[in-house]
Structures are given as structure tokens and as C-alpha cells.
């Protein structure tokens, strides 16, 4: 392996992780990283004195070319566009920064950002690079990029999970949805759900889904008795890590159908988010790597 080849595979995950966050596509952040490799095995290493920050910067511009032509595809989709869900290794919600910056709520509050604003949050918050970094990779100047900073940590701020507990007390509440949710418990339902509950889910056109979010506690609890999914022996629901929490594999005559994630704040669930669109499900039959 030369030296070009080997820096890239060490920091190959890293990378990854970036893209994945700024973009909310695990397949988009994969074409980032064909790109960023391309670049990358064109420069001469005898003149970059810090290889990781040239990666990052390397991938970050690519990410944000590719992240405008994402928000123009979003435009035309069919009902909402939920972020492509992975399935994380249970060491990821052991940094719980890492697992928070990668949960499906966050990826959807960062998707209120601008696409600047958005890459440098997570350089800055995720990834803890200098303003001098970021100004680099962003193209913009140090002062505008602390300036950037401290708009987009304020919209985050205002937006993101309050709730606090630990990784068992949200796998807790994920437990107590899932039996609700199969028995069709209504009253199991009222007792797990926060007052201002919002679902989502994603068929891409392709499968049922809804195409507007459902919200308010009785709503969603009436969706939810119903079933997002039919009851019956074909269907099975398993409790796997998503995106660095506890999530929902549903699958149906042993084929995977979709994937719940939850936002549980203060032992209630205050989002579900449903992806059934096909094409955002092929990382759920192994665990994807994040790292940061």
C-alpha cells in the first residue's frame, strides 16, 4: 500500500462520517469519497504538512457541491425526505456526542441549516476544528466562519433533544413503544408519547408512506394503534442500533421492509421517523462504521 492509498483507508471512516453528516445520505457520502480519492491521489504529499485537515478539506468542499444537487432532487420528492438510516455498532452510543450528531433528530435539524452553515457546525461541533480549518474548507474567511458558527450552534440549539438519559433509558422507551405499537395499545400508546409528538415516514414514492407528518399525541397514537405496519405472522420487528441509538427493524417474510428510529426526550417519544423507501435502507444488513 503506498503512502497516498494508506492515509486515505486510516481516515477513510472519518471521512465518511463527515459527508454522511452533512449531507444525510450514506450513498451520496460514499460518491464524496470516490471523488475526494481522485483528488486526493493527484497531490503531491511532499507539501501538505497536515493530511488529515487537507482530507477533511478535500471532502468537505466535494460534500457541499453535491449537498446543493441533493436540495435541488429533495424538491421534486415524493412526501417527506427522511435521512438514510444506519445501522451503527453499539460501541457508537458510547460516545455520545458522535452517536448525537448522527441520530436521525439531529440529522434533521441540520437539515433547517444552510448548506455553509451546516458544514461548518459539524466541523466545528462534531469534529472540533479551528475557525482557520474551516475557513480553509469552506472557502470563507476566519471571522465569517465564527460568525457562521455562532448563528448556525444558536439555530441548533433552539431545535435539537432536550431530554437527557442514558443510551438504557431511551432503549427503555423505544421498548415500551415497540410492545404498544404491536399490540396496538392505545392506552400503552398515550402513556409513551409526548403531548407534541411528531411522525414522519419516507416511502420515496415507492412504498405507502404518509405524506405529511402526523402530529400531536392522540394523532400519532391513533396512527400508531392502527399500525404503520399490518400485524401478522409474516412481519417481525427487532431492536437494532440506528444511527447510534435504539431503532426498529421491520421486516417482512424475513425481508427487510423499514427501519423506526425514535426521539426520546425525558423517557417520552417526541419523533418516530418510518424510512421505507428502498434505496435508503441497503445499510441495514451490516453494521456501517462512524468515527469522528
Do not use: C
Not at 194 to 217: E, T
Not at 229 to 254: C, F, H, M, T, Y
Amino acid at each position: 500500500m503506498d503512502a497516498a492509498t494508506e492515509t486515505f483507508v486510516a481516515h477513510r471512516n472519518l471521512l465518511f462520517t463527515l459527508a454522511y453528516e452533512i449531507l444525510g445520505s450514506a450513498t451520496d457520502a460514499e460518491d464524496v469519497l470516490q471523488e475526494s480519492w481522485m483528488l486526493w491521489v493527484s497531490v503531491d504529499l511532499g507539501t501538505v504538512l497536515d493530511q488529515r485537515a487537507y482530507l477533511i478539506r478535500i471532502a468537505t468542499r466535494q460534500a457541499l457541491k453535491r449537498l446543493r444537487t441533493l436540495d435541488r432532487r429533495k424538491e421534486t420528492y415524493v412526501g417527506p425526505w427522511l435521512p438514510e438510516p444506519l445501522l451503527t455498532a453499539p460501541d457508537v452510543a458510547e460516545d455520545i456526542e458522535l452517536a448525537d450528531s448522527v441520530s436521525m433528530a439531529m440529522l434533521l435539524v441540520l437539515e433547517t441549516l444552510t448548506p455553509t452553515e451546516r458544514a461548518v457546525f459539524v466541523l466545528r461541533e462534531v469534529f472540533d476544528l479551528d475557525y482557520d480549518e474551516i475557513a480553509d474548507a469552506v472557502d470563507k474567511t476566519s471571522a465569517a466562519v465564527r460568525q457562521i458558527a455562532h448563528r448556525a450552534r444558536a439555530h441548533v440549539a433552539a431545535r435539537r433533544p432536550r431530554g437527557s438519559g442514558s443510551p438504557a433509558e431511551h432503549r427503555a422507551a423505544l421498548q415500551a413503544f415497540q410492545r404498544a405499537v404491536e399490540t396496538g395499545d392505545l392506552q400503552s400508546l398515550l402513556d409513551v408519547l409526548a403531548p407534541d409528538v411528531v411522525a414522519l415516514s419516507d416511502g420515496g414514492g415507492v412504498k405507502h408512506a404518509l405524506l405529511r407528518p402526523v402530529v400531536g399525541i392522540e394523532n400519532v397514537a391513533r396512527l400508531l394503534a392502527v399500525g404503520w405496519w399490518k400485524r401478522d405472522a409474516r412481519r417481525s420487528v427487532e431492536l437494532v442500533q440506528i444511527n447510534g441509538g435504539p431503532g426498529l427493524l421491520v421486516r417482512v417474510d424475513r425481508e427487510i421492509d423499514g427501519v423506526v428510529a425514535v426521539r426520546v426526550e425525558n423517557g417520552y417519544v417526541t419523533g418516530a421517523y418510518h424510512v421505507r423507501n428502498p434505496e435508503k435502507l441497503s445499510r441495514m444488513e451490516r453494521e456501517t462504521a462512524v468515527t469522528r
